[in-house]
């Protein structure tokens, strides 16, 4: 299973690094999860979106688990976050954070199956959570902790882990893992 987890902070120069990875290759598909909610997030998807080859074909869907299916050449996610994020705004679960909870542990556990299951090379995009400051909504306390057990979940069935920090890359790959 050819999977490399790229996380770091905001604006740590995560996406660029992870863009690198595969830029030499022609048949990317840059697989987006982000809904565009407002002016200065549509602003953020045209620069990214701009900064890419042309070659590389974008598609835009929460439904990750089929695209890693689907056969093809490489595959970028742009990132666990937004899609973690666009799940539970999909389903209106945000006020019913036990119930969101349970479809996001079901959808995680089918997105690292799926993981294991592919032969395409697969490059995943994902926030590092939990190194500022806690969020002070029951909501924010969720994500953070959801999309941290994700994180895990996808960085233990990966063959490569890099982590980006102030726009320097540290490859996690052979360091000790946590058990449980």
Same mark, same amino acid.
């Given at each position: 299973?050819?999977?490399?987890? #790229? /996380?770091?902070?905001?604006? /740590?120069?995560?996406? *660029? ?5 595969? %830029?030499?290759? &022609? ?6 999860? !982000?809904?565009?909610?407002? !002016?200065?997030?549509? +602003? %953020?998807? !045209?620069?990214? %979106?701009?900064?890419?080859? $042309? ?35 999909? +389903? &209106?679960?945000? $006020?019913?954070?036990?119930? +969101? @909870?349970?479809? =996001? ?6 997105? =690292? ?8 090379? #697969?490059?995943? #995009? ?25 994180? +895990? @979940?996808?960085? !233990?069935?990966?063959? %490569? ?7 320097? =890359?540290?490859?996690? /790959?052979? $360091?000790? *893992?946590?058990?449980?």
């Amino acid at each position: 299973m050819p999977v490399t987890l #790229v /996380s770091g902070g905001v604006r /740590s120069g995560k996406s *660029r690094h992870a863009e690198a990875l595969l %830029r030499p290759r &022609d048949e990317v598909t840059y697989l987006a999860c !982000a809904r565009v909610a407002d !002016a200065e997030f549509a +602003a %953020r998807v !045209a620069h990214h %979106r701009a900064t890419r080859p $042309a070659s590389w074909t974008t598609l835009e869907s929460l439904d990750v688990v089929a695209a890693v299916g689907m056969p093809g050449g490489p595959l970028l996610l742009e990132c666990l976050g937004t899609w973690l994020t666009g799940l539970v705004d999909e +389903a &209106d679960l945000w $006020a019913d954070l036990g119930a +969101a @909870a349970t479809l =996001v542990a079901d959808r995680s556990r089918t997105l =690292v199956a799926a993981l294991i299951a592919t032969d395409r090379e #697969v490059v995943i #995009v994902t926030n590092e959570v939990g190194w500022s400051l806690v969020p002070l909504t029951p909501a924010g306390r969720f994500f953070q902790d959801e999309l941290g057990r994700l994180n +895990a @979940a996808v960085a !233990a069935i990966a063959e %490569r882990v890099h982590l980006v920090v102030a726009g320097r =890359v540290l490859d996690l /790959s052979g $360091a000790p *893992r946590v058990d449980g």
